[in-house]
């Protein structure tokens, strides 16, 4: 965070979205201030908060990208949210805590990753082990059934079990009786010879025995733990006391049986290496890691903020759209809310929200609400120019995307200038004709421009096909020329 000034801020947005340098800049200097919060002394890093931003613009001109790229820039908890999917306490719908618990929820799995992939090369080479062993059970196994069929026949129990193949190696994609991983598990004194485990091992190693099943165990997943605490900010003392208690009840039974699952190697590979990093990994380190980032660099987009706004009504379905806002107010000045893994402080979070305000104005949210957005940004509609940039120069840019795709069967697509213009300027023309949806209108028209060839790319196979100003003339014709059925097109 250090060298992300304000500066290289808007340069790495600039890779991704196209114009709007206000918001980028509001964005830009909201993020740097946070870094040099943290270079302060304790006792007036306390008074410092977030300074939060409320983005006003038309839909598909940038707003939520700006907000999710600056948090992947940063690598912070970033959790979008619809103001519209919230009601006020009372009434049935989402409760506006349950944006803090996704914040806690996000920068746990973001921080549990991490934590993941520092341990990942000592939990496969566990995880090997395992595998290792499991399977020398079964060739113990044979061994054995190899000597009751000696004493049977009168063969030499040595050169039968030696014949007896194992698994994966001359058979492969064998698969064992059902019980005989239990009969594997309790004839552990029989092992087998040094010079047959390490046969196994090198089998291992080489992936030659990926299709061979076998019988694994793994340990049991709290999910209904996990369940047990999902509503608690919800439930009162005595509801969560009684659901606790009915869980405790049948904890000890539940954790002690373990997943028994007969799967291949390749797949008991994957299992057990997240069963041996699991364990490898402290998560009371982890939540609290968490949390504190989560409180310290989180940052919330609240999307359709403008849907919320307006003359109190009484009834109808925006009857909690005001009682929303004054649910908002604590969380987004400053309070502690209760989580499953304990209080969530929201003082140092970043709140950005963001609306088209067609039908209403800011002024028409509640004083309250308006104070907690001090820096307001207006981004542009965008024009023709802009949509013919977005089409080229962002690193993720549409026909970037779609040459990509379609180079999977030998289709060698380019656009060439006149082409993408002519895109754009469809685009354009759609957007003044019909709803005004910004970018994403280059989506339908990409899509209907391309459709043949999409649909028949494997005719196409080796061909260099070229898109023109003509060849997309050819497609969007049908659109143009048919005014009134264009406004039904995306």
Same mark, same amino acid.
């Given at each position: 965070m250090e060298d992300l000034t304000p500066e290289a801020i808007v340069k790495e947005l600039d890779k991704y979205i196209i114009g709007q340098a206000e918001a980028k800049r509001a964005v830009a200097v909201a993020l740097r201030n946070r870094f040099r919060r943290k270079q302060l002394p304790d006792h007036v890093r306390k008074e410092i908060t977030p300074k939060n931003i409320l983005m006003i613009g038309p839909t598909g001109v940038g707003k939520t990208e700006i907000a999710r790229r600056v948090a992947r820039i940063i690598d912070a908890p970033f959790v979008k949210v619809e103001a519209t999917k919230f009601t006020e306490v009372g009434y049935v719908g989402r409760d506006v805590e349950s944006i803090v618990y996704e914040l806690a929820e996000t920068s746990i799995s973001m921080v549990h990753e991490?934590?993941?992939?520092?341990?990942?090369?000592?939990?496969?080479?566990?995880?090997?082990?395992?595998?290792?062993?499991?399977?020398?059970?079964? %060739?113990?196994?044979?061994?054995?059934?190899?000597t009751r069929q000696a004493q049977q026949g009168g063969q030499g129990a040595q050169s039968i079990m030696m014949s007896a193949p194992l698994p994966g190696g001359p058979a492969t994609g064998c698969e064992f009786p059902r019980d005989d991983g239990a009969r594997a598990r309790r004839s552990k004194h029989f092992k087998p010879p040094a010079h047959q485990r390490k046969r196994v091992a090198e089998l291992l190693e080489s992936k030659q025995l990926e299709d061979a099943v076998i019988e694994i165990e793994l340990n049991p997943e709290m999910d209904a733990f996990d369940s047990v605490?999902?509503?608690?900010?919800?439930?009162?003392?005595?509801?969560?006391?009684?659901?606790?208690?009915?869980?405790?009840?049948?904890?000890?039974?539940?954790? %002690?049986?373990?997943?028994?699952?007969?799967? %291949?190697?390749?797949?008991?590979?994957?299992?057990?290496?997240?069963?041996?990093?699991?364990?490898?990994?402290?998560?009371?380190?982890?939540?609290?890691?968490?949390?504190?980032?989560?409180?310290?660099?989180?940052?919330?987009?609240?999307?359709?903020?403008?849907?919320?706004?307006?003359?109190?009504?009484?009834?109808?379905?925006?009857?909690?759209?005001?009682?929303?806002?004054?649910?908002?107010?604590?969380?987004?000045?400053?309070?502690?809310?209760?989580?499953?893994?304990?209080?969530?402080?929201?003082?140092?979070?970043?709140?950005?929200?963001?609306?088209?305000?067609?039908?209403?104005?800011?002024?028409?949210?509640?004083?309250?609400?308006?104070?907690?957005?001090?820096?307001?940004?207006?981004?542009?509609?965008?024009?023709?120019?802009?949509?013919?940039?977005?089409?080229?120069?962002?690193e993720n840019s549409l026909t970037k995307q779609y040459r990509a795709l379609l180079s999977t069967e030998e289709v060698d697509l380019a656009f060439t200038p006149d082409g993408v213009s002519e895109i754009a300027r469809m685009a354009a023309l759609m957007n003044s004709r019909a709803e005004n949806i910004g970018a994403r209108r280059l989506q339908t028209i990409m899509e209907r421009v391309l459709e043949d060839i999409s649909f028949g790319a494997d005719r196409h196979r080796g061909e260099h096909v070229a898109v023109n100003a003509a060849y997309v003339a050819e497609r969007m014709s049908s659109l143009v020329r048919d005014e009134d059925l264009s406004k039904y097109i995306l």
């Open positions: 991490r934590k993941m992939q520092e341990v990942l090369a000592k939990a496969e080479g566990l995880a090997q082990e395992r595998i290792l062993g499991y399977l020398c059970q079964q %060739s113990a196994l044979l061994g054995q059934r190899a605490l999902e509503f608690s900010g919800s439930m009162s003392t005595e509801e969560m006391t009684e659901t606790f208690n009915e869980f405790m009840q049948n904890y000890n039974t539940y954790s %002690s049986r373990k997943r028994v699952r007969r799967v %291949s190697v390749r797949e008991a590979r994957r299992l057990l290496t997240r069963e041996e990093a699991n364990k490898l990994i402290d998560m009371d380190q982890v939540i609290d890691e968490a949390i504190r980032r989560a409180e310290e660099s989180g940052v919330v987009f609240i999307d359709e903020i403008d849907k919320i706004a307006g003359p109190k009504i009484e009834m109808g379905p925006d009857v909690s759209g005001e009682g929303v806002q004054r649910d908002l107010l604590p969380i987004i000045e400053g309070s502690s809310v209760m989580t499953r893994y304990g209080p969530f402080r929201t003082d140092h979070v970043l709140f950005i929200a963001a609306g088209a305000f067609h039908q209403c104005k800011p002024a028409d949210l509640i004083p309250e609400f308006q104070g907690r957005f001090p820096l307001r940004v207006e981004l542009k509609s965008l024009n023709t120019d802009d949509l013919e940039r977005i089409l080229i120069e962002p």
